[in-house]
């Protein structure tokens, strides 16, 4: 997406990375860092469902359920198997992942308003089975005795138990992913998607397999949206039902909305903005529910293409 | 064990036929406007705590008459101001748009009315067991598998022979030639709208008085009704109801079996469906 090299191109993003890498040094006058790291997290699951929604144009409105995958992914890892904090996100990320390539073909031939609501109903098995296996995941009381450990790489050891160290691997964490999906969208893999997106029958007449497309976009952002759920685990060294359920898919369908869903970076910032309103919201009212909702009204009514849509920036996907 | 499985099987009826109300509702809006209700069990909610509320003054019988027709006055009002705008737009903001009303539905009820389920008074008549043998078939829940399928029988009704239900049926396969032919299309989706929030509410009613109203309740009834409708297929009403009832029994047979199952079996159900017919049992080919 930064391929034509002018620096009125560059700039915003080198903004961008700035404010993030010194994040925790000024987060403190206004919040906390855990905050900071929220934001970066459930944008990178923003960004990862807008993978699905605003480049290939698949209205997914289950991505909780592999979000909340790679959670239990990682926070079972660590409760039972070992206490690696890289294995814990390397399995979320697989489970996540594992499980949308399976449902995959059962929904891929669906679109429009029929992908959307068979997406969000098999999202809904994942958390029946949380609630339900207490034995393993703790039901609905979540899943609890157990902690991020420190990182190994052999020659140091990286301990992850301040909030700014932690913020700085979910920082290198989202830096990885987020170039990964910028480089697959780049490739011509990406301008197929797009294609898709634009024009479903032309791309189908310029025999690109779109079903089959649609299937590796799907598997690419559940993914990522696992690999973000793994770091939310780690982040709070709990997991609990709640984040698979499909009110959390409806939050990164409106982060993306809100930020721009036509933009690479628009899901951050609509993340960020909901983040920080929800984290204030229910801080001052028991009723912050009802307020989220006016947001998602409002949104629809009067912002439909997201602050950076309404900045009117043309970012090329 | 014959007992324990008539027993389920009965209240796995009941629990369809809820399912079934609701998603016909959901039905009847999607095929003509193609929007989701996910703000669908919040209404269902309301219709319960309006029944709640108006007991004491009309009593069991006005309550139930009364409750839904408030329900879908209020869908009347809901749509007109909101779900209007979003006509003809991406399905995208239609579902962000209910996905938020159904949050402030779920807090007002919890505002007003308080998290806590409330007590819902049913007549007495109706609570006494008809048969010592068969000591669940009370006639509340005769009473509502009978009302549930009047209701069912008088929508199909409305829609078949009246001239509303025909400018509905005729607006869902193709809304821009019945408005050609001089149907206020505006003023149908809203009298369809309420049509289907009506049959929330009553669905709701009914539902109070079976499982107790809280204010989740409705989000707890979307799910199965949105498998219901894949399971039926997009567009079809009678396999709507279908996919209704067969949820609703699959999942209380599934109880008596291996109760750890019983909300997972209608995923299963949905799942086998759309690997062997994705466009749902009854589902019309290429609609979606």
């Known amino acids: 997406m930064l391929n034509n090299g002018s620096l009125t191109r560059y700039a915003p993003s080198v903004i961008g990375w700035i404010v993030l890498v010194s994040l925790p040094e000024w987060i403190n006058v206004v919040a906390y860092t855990d905050l900071g790291s929220r934001v970066v997290i459930l944008g990178l699951a923003a960004m990862a469902l807008n993978f699905l929604l605003g480049h290939t144009g698949v209205l997914s409105f289950g991505h909780a359920a592999y979000f909340g995958l790679g959670a239990y992914g990682a926070g079972l890892t660590l409760r039972y198997l070992a206490p690696s904090t890289g294995l814990a996100i390397l399995v979320g990320t697989g489970v ?11 929904i891929i031939r669906l679109r429009g308003v029929y992908f959307a609501m068979v997406t969000i109903a098999f999202g809904q098995i994942f958390y029946f089975i949380a609630f339900r296996w207490s034995t393993l995941t703790g039901g609905d009381d979540g899943l609890t005795n157990w902690s991020r450990q420190p990182i190994n790489l052999g020659f140091a050891t990286i301990d992850l138990k301040s909030p700014v160290a932690f913020y700085y691997l979910v920082l290198f964490v989202f830096a990885v992913a987020t170039a990964i999906m910028a480089k697959l969208l780049n490739s011509p893999f990406g301008r197929s998607l797009l294609a898709i997106r634009e024009n479903e029958r032309r791309a189908l007449f ?46 990164f369908v409106i982060m993306a909305v809100l930020g721009g869903m036509r933009s690479f970076w628009g899901p951050l910032i609509g993340a960020a903005i909901y983040v920080v309103l929800q984290d204030y919201l229910s801080s001052r009212t028991s009723n912050w529910m009802s307020l989220v909702g006016l947001v998602f009204v409002l949104v629809v009514l009067f912002f439909p293409r997201g602050v950076l849509g309404m900045l009117g920036r043309r970012t090329q996907a | 064990m014959t007992q324990l499985i008539l027993f389920n099987l009965f209240n796995g009826l009941i629990v369809g036929a809820f399912y079934a109300l609701m998603a016909l509702g959901l039905s009847l809006i999607m095929n003509l406007t193609g929007v989701i209700n996910f703000a669908h069990g919040g209404f269902l909610a309301i219709g319960g705590y309006l029944a709640y509320t108006l007991i004491p003054y009309l009593g069991f019988w006005g309550a139930l008459a009364v409750a839904p027709v408030m329900t879908a006055f209020l869908g009347l009002v809901v749509e007109r101001f909101l779900i209007r705008r979003v006509y003809g737009h991406d399905p995208l903001y239609s579902l962000l748009l209910t996905f938020g009303l159904a949050f402030i539905i779920e807090d007002g009820t919890r505002y007003i009315w308080g998290a806590q389920a409330v007590p819902y008074e049913v007549p007495s008549s109706l609570t006494t067991p008809l048969s010592s043998e068969y000591f669940f078939l009370t006639g ?46 505006a003023i149908l989706r809203n009298l369809n709208f309420g049509l289907g929030i009506y049959l929330a509410g009553l669905a709701g009613v009914l539902a109070a008085g079976q499982l107790g109203v809280e204010p989740t309740i409705g989000s707890s009834l979307i799910m199965p009704s949105f498998v219901s409708i894949i399971v039926g297929g997009l567009g079809s009403l009678p396999g709507t109801l279908f996919g209704g009832l067969l949820i609703g029994v699959a999942s209380a047979l599934t109880s008596v079996f291996y109760p750890s199952a019983t909300e997972a079996v209608m995923y299963v159900i949905m799942a086998a469906v759309l690997l062997v017919r994705p466009r749902g049992l009854f589902g019309q080919e290429g609609r979606f």
């Not at chain 1, 996540?96 to 059962?106: D, F, Q, T, V």
């Not at chain 2, 209701?151 to 509303?164: E, H, I, N, P, Y």
């Not at chain 2, 607006?171 to 019945?178: C, F, K, N, R, S």
Request: with cysteine.
């Open chain 2, 140 to 185: 509340y829940r005769l009473f509502m598998v009978a009302l549930a399928a009047i209701s069912v029988s008088g929508l199909f009704a409305l829609l078949k022979w009246t001239r509303l239900g025909m400018r509905i049926r005729a607006g869902t396969l193709d809304l821009e030639t019945v408005s050609v032919l001089g149907v206020n299309t």
């Open chain 1, 206 to 251: 310029l025999g690109i397999p779109v079903n089959l497309r649609i299937w590796l976009s799907w598997t690419v952002s559940c993914g990522f949206a696992s690999v973000a759920g793994a770091m939310y685990a780690l982040l709070n060294n709990f997991v609990d039902p709640r984040t698979l359920h499909w009110s959390q898919s409806g939050a």
């Open chain 1, 96 to 106: 996540g992942m594992m499980a949308a390539m399976l449902i995959g073909p059962l």
